[in-house]
């Protein structure tokens, strides 16, 4: 085991309550003095020095953590479930795609009852199988899963023919820095298709590298080259950091664009930071009313971080606000969804039949919620 010295424990808070008071969004209100030895662990001392509120978001990670996100790798089963273990996703990729489904029910694993102490002692048994019997819609089923070290996709798209459109359909959980190319790819299939109409699943993108969100925004329109997309706008003391993301210029362009003039959004209160930064971005281009987004408010994170390292962890401060092209954040309390639509559970996503999805294929066709 690695032993820090308590002079480079000191010297580490030192250096992030520095950060605090100097690159942090709201440095003026950061304490000046603080007793470091009530604070053992990062997070504690972020948490401690963080204004709340309006901060919600500012944390420490370890390297490792932060290397396992943005190569999209983990270890374990690869499922997240809401209370009463009802499975509400599986990582595209993980072990657990294709044997355990959005809406699945766990009552037991390995024979015992479920519970959050047993699925967390079997998914660190790497290589072990586990046995999860579940309630599937009514009919209960063993289904035998191996938790691994593995390595998730992010995107999986899907055209459908509806109501005389031809409808792109985007599942996008996470902009992490190595999901460029899956966006690329997943646009070459629409462009390909020739969609009219796009739909991008983000109930539960968090957000991420706010590059890739540029992309994102290249992709579905090609119409507005070199025009600013958003911007990150630091605090008073650090107006020399801030940066603007465009749109590519022409002969930039690979040919996989679209040129959406109506996009529709699935949202929920996870759906946030670079997921409302381009929903916003594009309001000024497509108009209010040709963004659409389908589901409940969003999270209302309109700020970000740019992460700093010392030793073996990374901290993410508040560093910045994301405006759009117009110098509009989106609200703390999210963005208030066109359609209210609930998270749909008895049905996988991507199925027309899902009420989110259905609500906004209705809406293509009809121009109003279902």
Not at 131 to 153: A, E, K, Q
Not at 349 to 355: A, N, V
């Amino acid at each position: 085991m690695l032993h820090i010295s308590p002079l480079l424990l000191d010297r580490a808070k030192a250096i992030v309550h520095e950060l605090f008071q100097t690159e942090y969004l709201w440095f003026d209100r950061v304490a000046s003095d603080i007793d470091y030895e009530s604070y053992t662990t990062p997070q504690s001392l972020v948490d401690a020095l963080k204004v709340y509120p309006p901060d919600r978001w500012s944390f420490a990670i370890t390297a490792q953590e932060y290397e396992a996100y943005t190569s999209q790798q983990t270890g374990g089963f690869g499922f997240g479930y809401v209370e009463g273990f009802r499975i509400y996703t599986t990582l595209l990729g993980s072990p657990a795609d294709g044997k355990l489904q959005r809406g699945d029910t766990i009552l037991k694993i390995n024979g015992e009852p479920a519970s959050y102490e047993a699925i967390q002692a079997a998914s660190q048994q790497l290589g072990t199988p586990a046995r999860f019997t579940v309630d599937r819609h009514g009919t209960i089923l063993d289904v035998s899963v191996t938790p691994s070290s593995y390595h998730y996709r992010v995107t999986e798209p899907k055209v459908i023919s509806y109501g005389g459109h031809t409808v792109g359909y985007l599942r996008y959980d996470a902009f992490s820095g190595s999901s460029a190319t899956e966006l690329e790819n997943a646009f070459t299939t629409f462009k390909n298709a020739a969609v009219d109409r796009l739909v991008v699943d983000l109930r539960y993108n968090g957000g991420g590298d706010v590059a890739v969100a540029s992309i994102l925004l290249d992709n579905i329109t090609n119409a507005h080259p070199g025009a600013t997309q958003f911007y990150l706008d630091w605090n008073e003391n650090n107006k020399n950091k801030n940066s603007y993301y465009t749109f590519e210029e022409q002969g930039m362009q690979d040919g996989n664009e679209l040129a959406m003039q109506q996009v529709i959004f699935l949202v929920t209160a996870d759906t946030a930071s670079a997921s409302e930064a381009v929903i916003n971005a594009l309001k000024p281009y497509l108009g209010a009313h040709s963004v659409i987004t389908i589901g409940t408010p969003t999270h209302g994170k309109n700020v970000g971080m740019e992460g700093r390292s010392y030793g073996n962890d990374y901290y993410f401060l508040i560093n910045f606000y994301v405006k759009n092209a117009q110098g509009e954040t989106t609200p703390f309390s999210g963005i208030p969804p066109t359609c209210s639509a609930p998270d749909d559970l008895e049905h996988l996503r991507g199925d027309p039949e899902e009420r989110m999805f259905k609500t906004a294929l209705h809406y293509i066709v009809s121009g109003s919620c279902l």
